[in-house]
């Protein structure tokens, strides 16, 4: 075809170019470290990823992956395309964190985080010695937002239970909003951490999301978040309830799909009738219809957050989560009414 001919010397001579310069910096030193110093600082942070990345949790890594490529990445090289790392100034930077406030709308705790990224990243490079100083040391943040949320009244959790009755989510929001659960945990639960003998559930597996190579994947792990998530609490009697009619469930769709049926995840609780398990974007996504279903489409994100968080209870997890059972207790009289036997 017409022009592949000068495509392809084009090509050539950057290659040819490009090992030049590779064997130039091997043998002189002193060009190595000009070389280094002049690399892109959206190339850097591209860099910087990946040498981070054995280092951090998955998930961990998905979050600075996600805000960097698709936050940090893309507005500098818009704004300073082709800028140096070690022409990076404060000012560059705070203008940054100014316009995803001002023009995304993002909060001051969403800034933050990228200050996080920003920052690490930049210490690597002050570390390696590619900068002399570093610029996100002086850069003001903004105030930290409270997130402040009230728990869900009586009225507002019979209605919530009635809208998820009989959907995938019936058992995860029952048992969250019992427990104080958080949402990686309820999902993480698994048939061995439930002693019906002993009438105990414990909390020990947790399943989260990380947008890992370009797709979101599953992370499963065996333990909890932190040492204090992890926790043994009492097995009520509807609960037991609830549980065993989940169990046997299970078991009637294993049959009934036969061969189309999952078997990876019989170890878990929450599963769908083909014994996929719910994801944690499922349940985020899900999460609102039913809310608004229930009658509280006015009421906006941080509630319905807190719910699947339960912050309005993760204070009381102390004693092995007793405490935060106590804060909760007043949910067990509607599960009661709602699935006596």
Sequence with gaps: MKGNKHRAEDILEERKQALEKKLLIQNDPETAIRAEKEIGFTTFLRNWLEIVRPTVEPTTFGAYNSGVTKRIIPYFDEKHPNLRLVDLTPKMIQDYYTYEMKHNGVSANTVKRRHANIHRALRYAFKTGLIDVNPADRVDLPRKGVFETEPYNEKEMMQL?????DTPLELIVILTAFYGLRREEVLGLKWNAIDFDKRTITIKNVVTEAFLDGKCQLIEKNRTKTKSSFRTLPLVPQIESLLRHAKAQQEEYRELCGDCYNTEYLDYVNVNPLGDLIKPGYVSQQFPFF???????????????????????????????????????????YVQHLYAP
């Design 291 to 333: 809310l608004k279903k229930s009658g509280a489409a006015e009421d906006p994100l941080p509630r319905s957050a807190a719910l699947l968080r339960n912050a309005h209870v993760r204070k009381g997890r102390s004693a092995q989560g007793y405490a935060a059972l106590a804060r909760t207790q007043r949910y067990f009289h």
């Design 161 to 165: 239970f009635e809208a998820v009755k």
